[in-house]
């Protein structure tokens, strides 16, 4: 193994370190990591690629933000399914050029949020690549029978979201308009959460019928629960948790949020707050007639029109 | 999702359909797979980067090869602890204007190993990349606490490996020498066979105390088991199997040649073939007095010079 690699894997061990060894058995260092899986729990795997000027701009992103971001993308599914991530794998290609510093910050920002989550390091593969390549791979675990599936919605369901929505797309909108923003003043884009708490809290109490995190945009996201749920949905505009600096559309069709969207049976109790996030009732789920789901949005004058499942690629691709 | 990714997704979905769903309780289609993992055993995890340009060329590599050699890479991993792999994920970043042709192609020559293997797609993620940038991960299980480590090699074991070396280096040297090579007349570059079979022989059997897979060359791989199990060896050059066609510098150090590289009690019994595969002993691990271990390769008139671990990346970078 080439020297920058052999240092690189040699800094991800002393991340790692420290973490009880009751998960990995073997990490670093052998063909494959070795885990243990908690006897009655079944094991949850995410994958998700960041790619340079795809996902981020080497202009726009410092470093760290872009390895808190590579890894929050996992962490966010592992909440998506209502469960309690074990740990990461992360395949990383580097351009040559690169300087030592912009992988220092990357890891810098990437093992913060692995040690406040305790979601070690354990394996992955590094090597040159034209531009910067991030495969995130996280695995987790959830009792046995207790993930929260995108397919359990069902007619009469409410609709909620955590957070407020729109925020990261309101800064990418505005770095596209070559605006200068410090990352401190712009977390929910840098340095978004995983809702990984208040995900956990739901499953516990039963309370979410189906479950996504919201990385495509609501209207993207929302069809996928409508599809795997064969059910369709309305969402009420004037109720949508519109983030402060942002849009209805922004907050509709704008991407990278990483808050949770579910749906709860209409008599479950869904508190205004859980684990210290706001949670907001936005829709209905209805019985469906179309394929695919035609979910509309109702205006403030109750007023529907069609939600189309913009998305954050399009999105993405028209702000650049 | 855009409607090629949803058609790639459909396709994928398509390949994975008839599996057993004793492993795969969600594939596709949920934030995250969930997967059980027989009681008893431990969990594998493997993850490979395959780069255009770095890892293959279009111009050199037809599309199914490089899908093949992608999912190959995690499945030797997999025989290189003496596991069972069990479901496989793909990140895939594209370039806009690859022809659909081409990833189809990919996906045939994967989709026709990981059914001969019957290690289904269960998921992974699509973007849009500068350059084709594929990262496979392999999930795999082996008998609670029966892994075979790089660490357990001990003074006076033996040193063996499977099949011949050097091949898929001397096909690579060719190509950038520009020559043709029809795939079908170099499958061992082109088409390389995980040794699963083999591995798992030796693992039900007891028979390695150290294993590893020849994927950077004998060189550097040979330094990994040293390394781990704070040993060192002697290689005799004379009865290292070279395969036709290659020399002793491609077979000691050129890579992805996939075969296994293992280490054996002194009185174990290892047969001239197990699983249809050749076996050879090549030398003997020893006591290590120096670090980093300095491996020593004796010439056929017994005189020893060290063995330099130059490994894949480094010979690449030479023949490119």
Redesign the interface.
């Known amino acids: 193994?080439?020297q920058p690699e052999r240092k690189l894997i040699e800094r991800v061990q002393r991340i790692t370190r420290g973490r009880a060894a009751k998960v990995i058995?073997?990490g670093i260092?052998?063909?494959?990591?070795?885990?243990?899986?908690t006897?009655g729990h079944?094991?949850?795997?995410?994958?998700?690629?960041s790619?340079?000027?795809?996902?981020f701009r080497r202009k726009w992103h410092p470093a760290a933000s872009v390895g808190h971001r590579c890894l929050a993308r996992g962490l966010s599914?592992?909440a998506?399914?209502g469960?309690e991530p074990l740990v990461c794998?992360?395949?990383?290609?580097l351009p040559a050029r690169l300087p030592q510093k912009w992988v220092d910050e990357f890891f810098r920002g990437f093992a913060r949020l692995a040690r406040r989550f305790r979601v070690p390091l354990?394996?992955?593969?590094?090597?040159?690549?034209?531009?910067i390549?991030a495969?995130i791979?996280v695995?987790?675990q959830?009792p046995?029978g207790k993930?929260v599936?995108?397919?359990g919605a069902r007619s009469g369901d409410r609709i909620y979201v955590t957070g407020e929505l729109g925020a990261s797309a309101a800064i990418l909108k505005r770095l596209a308009e070559g605006q200068r923003i410090p990352p401190a003043a712009a977390r929910s884009h840098f340095y978004p959460e995983p809702r990984l708490a208040a995900a956990r809290w739901l499953r516990e109490r039963k309370l979410a019928t189906a479950?996504?995190?919201l990385s495509?945009g609501l209207s993207?996201d929302l069809g996928h629960i409508c599809d795997?749920s064969r059910v369709t949905a309305s969402v009420s505009a004037g109720s949508i948790p519109v983030a402060s600096g942002a849009t209805l559309d922004l907050a509709v069709h704008g991407g990278e949020d990483y808050e949770l969207l579910f749906t709860a049976g209409p008599r479950a109790r869904i508190p205004a707050r859980a684990a210290g996030v706001k949670i907001t009732e936005i829709g209905r789920i209805q019985a469906r007639k179309d394929y695919p789901a035609v979910i509309r949005i109702l205006d403030e004058n109750g007023k529907a029109r069609i939600l189309r499942p913009q998305?954050w690629?399009?999105f993405r691709q028209r702000i650049r």
Request: net charge negative; glycine share 10%; with cysteine.
């Open positions: 193994m080439p058995l073997r260092g052998d063909d494959c990591a070795i885990l243990r899986v006897p079944h094991l949850l795997v995410t994958t998700d690629l790619i340079e000027d795809v996902h599914d592992i998506a399914m469960g794998f992360l395949s990383l290609g354990t394996g992955g593969d590094i090597s040159a690549a034209p531009k390549a495969d791979v695995a987790g959830v046995a993930a599936l995108r397919s479950m996504i995190d495509d993207v795997e998305g690629e399009h």
